[in-house]
């Protein structure tokens, strides 16, 4: 085996604006919800052959700036606003929406989350995005405003039944008396398992929570446990394991796998180098900055790789004195953690 690649600190750039541990609510919900919770649903379409004088009646009735453009139910190009000015400009309005429309589709997968999005808007500066399926059917369109819309609408959800679990949950290392306590969660990842992908990591950081972690530092765990689990799902050739030990003072997480291994760990660490095959690619995901993203988050990181044999990867934050859990005796530990 490899000697491991020991990572310490938070260096580089920030995953967002700020660094990890002062990520917002707002950065939260672009990992936690879906396309499909704030995409539009109804949309309306236009084939190549139609005249623009056409679809300019469209845009203004149904008030969006574009459309996509389908022929024989496959989506083959987007007409926008700007696509039809041009044509007023050139006074072309009879030409076909073919002669205007862009064929550089830039899409998004319907289970995609919604950072996924939010990346492609800002890379490719375009106002609205194609959603589609796992076959590549369109199934939606959604906007830089859906997706505004849709984390206002998750910001004004009744958190009442949430508070009381977490309130339950944020005694349990009070309960248990013990040298020392853990809390070992568990959970198993299927490989190419685009669909529930960011599930065990949702579910993680929602046990944090109730457990009494600060928002902030559950979602700091929250980002690099997400893309430890996507990394598993992308390049692992059977799943994985993905394991979580919580104790008042540290977080461990590790990933391991019996997948094909790393050629070069080193190459692996830096930012947009991928091996992702073309179907991670279609969902939006293989743009090589996970374990950059995985490295901001914690404290340490530490990665195995044998190539052939498979990958472990693991993950450390030490907590504050102010993020601790509440234990009632914290001795020096002397016995092995309880699973749950």
């Given at each position: 085996?490899?000697?491991?690649?020991?990572?310490?600190?938070?260096?580089?750039?920030?995953?967002?604006?700020?660094?990890?541990?002062?990520?917002?609510?707002?950065?939260?919900?672009?990992?936690?919800?879906?396309?499909?919770?704030?995409?539009?649903?109804?949309v309306r379409s236009v084939n190549p052959g139609q005249p623009l004088?056409?679809?300019?009646?469209?845009?203004?009735?149904?008030?969006?700036?574009?459309?996509?453009?389908?022929?024989?139910?496959?989506?083959?190009?987007?007409?926008?606003?700007?696509?039809?000015?041009?044509?007023?400009?050139?006074?072309?309005?009879?030409?076909?929406?073919?002669?205007?429309?862009?064929?550089?589709?830039?899409?998004?997968?319907?289970?995609?989350?919604?950072?996924?999005?939010?990346?492609?808007?800002?890379?490719?500066?375009?106002?609205?995005?194609?959603?589609?399926?796992?076959?590549?059917?369109?199934?939606?369109?959604?906007?830089?405003?859906?997706?505004?819309?849709?984390?206002?609408?998750?910001?004004?959800?009744?958190?009442?039944?949430?508070?009381?679990?977490r309130y339950r949950a944020s005694h349990l290392f009070d309960d248990?008396?013990?040298?020392?306590?853990?809390?070992?969660?568990?959970?198993?990842?299927?490989?190419?398992?685009?669909?529930?992908?960011?599930?065990?990591?949702?579910?993680?950081?929602?046990?944090?929570?109730?457990?009494?972690?600060?928002?902030?530092?559950?979602?700091?765990?929250?980002?690099?446990?997400?893309?430890?689990?996507?990394?598993?799902?992308?390049?692992?050739?059977?799943?994985?394991?993905?394991?979580?030990?919580?104790?008042?003072?540290?977080?461990?997480?590790?990933?391991?796998?019996?997948?094909?291994?790393?050629?070069?760990?080193?190459?692996?660490?830096?930012?947009?180098?991928?091996?992702?095959?073309?179907?991670?690619?279609?969902?939006?995901?293989?743009?090589?900055?996970?374990?950059?993203?995985?490295?901001?988050?914690?404290?340490?990181?530490?990665?195995?790789?044998?190539?052939?044999?498979?990958?472990?990867?693991?993950?450390?934050?030490?907590?504050?004195?102010?993020?601790?859990?509440?234990?009632?005796?914290q001795t020096e530990p002397s016995h092995t953690p309880k699973e749950?």
């Open positions: 085996m490899t000697e491991p690649v020991d990572l310490h600190g938070r260096a580089g750039r920030p995953i967002t604006d700020r660094d990890a541990r002062e990520i917002s609510r707002v950065e939260e919900l672009s990992y936690d919800l879906k396309v499909n919770d704030t995409m539009t649903s109804e004088s056409s679809v300019l009646s469209i845009l203004r009735t149904g008030r969006i700036s574009g459309v996509p453009v389908q022929e024989n139910d496959k989506l083959v190009g987007v007409l926008s606003i700007e696509d039809i000015v041009r044509a007023m400009q050139e006074n072309d309005m009879a030409a076909p929406v073919s002669a205007y429309m862009s064929t550089k589709l830039v899409t998004v997968n319907i289970y995609d989350p919604v950072v996924k999005a939010i990346e492609s808007f800002s890379e490719y500066r375009v106002g609205r995005l194609p959603v589609v399926d796992e076959d590549g059917r369109l199934v939606g369109i959604i906007t830089k405003g859906d997706i505004t819309r849709g984390i206002l609408t998750a910001l004004q959800k009744d958190y009442k039944v949430e508070e009381l679990r248990i008396t013990s040298d020392r306590t853990s809390l070992i969660l568990r959970y198993n990842i299927k490989a190419r398992d685009f669909k529930n992908g960011g599930q065990a990591s949702s579910h993680i950081k929602r046990a944090l929570l109730r457990l009494g972690a600060s928002p902030q530092l559950a979602r700091q765990c929250g980002i690099a446990i997400y893309e430890a689990e996507i990394n598993l799902i992308i390049h692992s050739t059977n799943g994985g394991i993905m394991r979580v030990q919580i104790e008042p003072e540290r977080i461990l997480m590790q990933t391991t796998d019996t997948g094909p291994g790393i050629a070069d760990v080193k190459l692996a660490l830096q930012a947009g180098w991928s091996t992702a095959n073309q179907e991670a690619r279609d969902f939006g995901f293989g743009a090589g900055m996970g374990l950059v993203n995985i490295k901001r988050c914690v404290d340490r990181m530490e990665l195995e790789s044998t190539l052939g044999k498979g990958t472990r990867l693991l993950m450390e934050i030490n907590l504050k004195d102010s993020e601790r859990f509440r234990e009632n005796d749950a």
